[in-house]
């Protein structure tokens, strides 16, 4: 049995167990949530036992040694299921291409890289539960939300300076590549309705509006600077000139800050994109 095989019956299972499902997928991101504390302590010993280059080097070399296997299983299916091949080609190229270009540009360690694996096994949970790519994601992430807030509040407060956004985008990407994958393993699931029928769609409208209202009344504000009094979340408390390029406080080390405004244009989009997945499908 190949290991599309196993996926395609371990998600049908999880289908028919809905109840594990939740369990399994709820179970997961607790984990993710309680553990993140721990293992950015176990992070930072190994780095300090290895050096910051050596460690970052391995990391670059675990991730690029995983992601070549998994490119390359993924171009296997796409020669076993040959219907809309370069159609889900585009879809998957397209994805490993932003993941790189986010990885050079948004991030100041390759650790970093993590979230794609830790979003990608959550959609995977979460996708028998919606049956839909767009929706996956979609639902996905109010979960990556909270976890951030969790870091930029709760863990970090005043050593994280803004929302990570970085994050949240990454997340997607893991989300997204996931669920690519799950195309091109031919797990179509059922029929769809039209894109302005479903609840993905309708969510992600509802979702950008609560967001500009939020931003317009104060209850959320994109810097301290703002006008803005008695406000629930500030997300970007850097001081001074936003420049497009922020330096690592001690190292020599720039990446770009993915700013409120920023991320308000780009995660919808980039959620629509996905939403083309379940394209593929017949449309009623």
């Known amino acids: 049995m190949s290991i599309a095989d196993i996926l395609r019956k371990t998600i049908s299972w999880l289908e028919s167990h809905r109840f594990i499902n939740i369990l399994l997928a709820g179970g997961y991101f607790l984990f993710i949530y309680f553990m993140h504390d721990p293992v950015v302590h176990l992070s930072v010993w190994v780095m300090n036992f290895f050096t910051l280059p050596v460690y970052n ?19 296997g299916q796409l020669k076993e299921h040959k219907d809309n091949r370069k159609l889900k080609s585009i879809y998957l190229f397209v994805t490993l ?5 986010h990885f050079r540009i948004m991030f100041e360690m390759n650790i970093e890289i993590i979230h794609i694996f830790e979003f990608s096994i ?10 839909r790519f767009g929706a996956t994601l979609l639902f996905t992430i109010p979960f990556m939300l909270l976890d951030e807030w969790h870091q930029y509040i709760v863990l970090y407060p005043g050593y994280v300076e803004y929302f990570e956004f970085n994050d949240v985008v990454m997340d997607m990407y893991g989300c997204g590549l996931a669920m ?12 769809v309705k039209v894109l302005w029928k479903r609840p993905e769609f309708i ?3 509802l979702f950008v509006l609560f967001v500009v209202i939020a931003l317009k009344t104060c209850f959320i504000c994109s810097y301290p600077h703002e006008k803005c009094s008695n406000t629930f979340l500030v997300l970007n408390g850097i001081q ?6 922020h330096q690592y406080p001690g190292r020599d080390v720039v990446y770009h800050v993915m700013q409120p405004i920023e991320a308000l244009i780009y995660i919808p989009l980039l ?3 996905y939403f083309g997945l379940d394209s593929f499908r017949k449309q009623v």
Do not use: D, H, M, Y
């Open 57 to 75: 080097k391995v990391v670059l070399g675990i991730f690029a040694l995983f992601l070549i296997l998994f490119t390359v299983f993924l171009i």
């Open 203 to 205: 969510s992600l409208c």
């Open 97 to 101: 291409a932003l993941i790189v270009i």
């Open 240 to 245: 001074g000139v936003q420049t497009f390029w």
């Open 271 to 273: 959620a629509f994109f």
């Open 180 to 191: 690519t994958a799950l195309l091109i393993c031919n797990l179509n699931g059922p029929e």
């Open 122 to 131: 959550l959609a995977v949970l979460l996708f028998p539960l919606t049956r």
